[in-house]
């Protein structure tokens, strides 16, 4: 059975950093898109970033946020810079195999909130 399991959020002011991790049992990591997505309060979940051989950024993100990936370790990071009460959500971990963005598993989700 596929888990994913993020860690690393927390309560941070605006302008400090965050790294956020996401640990997936699949035994073919190497094969899966790996994505980070955000829920709000009261809005819809967003897309922040994805990896696959390239990276992908929300344009809301582009620039202060880091993916990558560790694939001896089957984990995907988020280094978060810059945070800005805006980026407070519940952050998710996704995997989609191959290319696509047909997210099939998903973590349990891990609480960020920027205080001003």
């Known amino acids: 059975q596929v888990q994913l399991v993020e860690s690393g959020g927390g309560l941070v002011q605006a302008g400090g950093s965050l790294r956020l991790s996401c640990v997936a049992s699949i035994r073919t990591f190497t094969s899966y898109t790996m994505g980070w997505f955000r829920q709000a309060p009261g809005k819809e979940r967003e897309f922040v970033a994805r990896?696959?051989?390239?990276?992908n950024y929300a344009d809301s993100v582009k620039g202060r946020f880091t993916i990558s990936r560790d694939n001896a370790k089957n984990t995907v990071y988020l280094q978060m810079n810059s945070l800005k009460p805006e980026d407070t959500a519940v952050y998710y971990c996704?995997?989609?195999?191959?290319?696509?963005?047909?997210?099939?598993?998903w973590g349990q989700g891990t609480q960020v909130t920027v205080s001003s």
């Open positions: 990896i696959t051989w390239s990276t």
């Open positions: 996704a995997a989609a195999y191959g290319a696509t963005r047909d997210y099939e598993y």
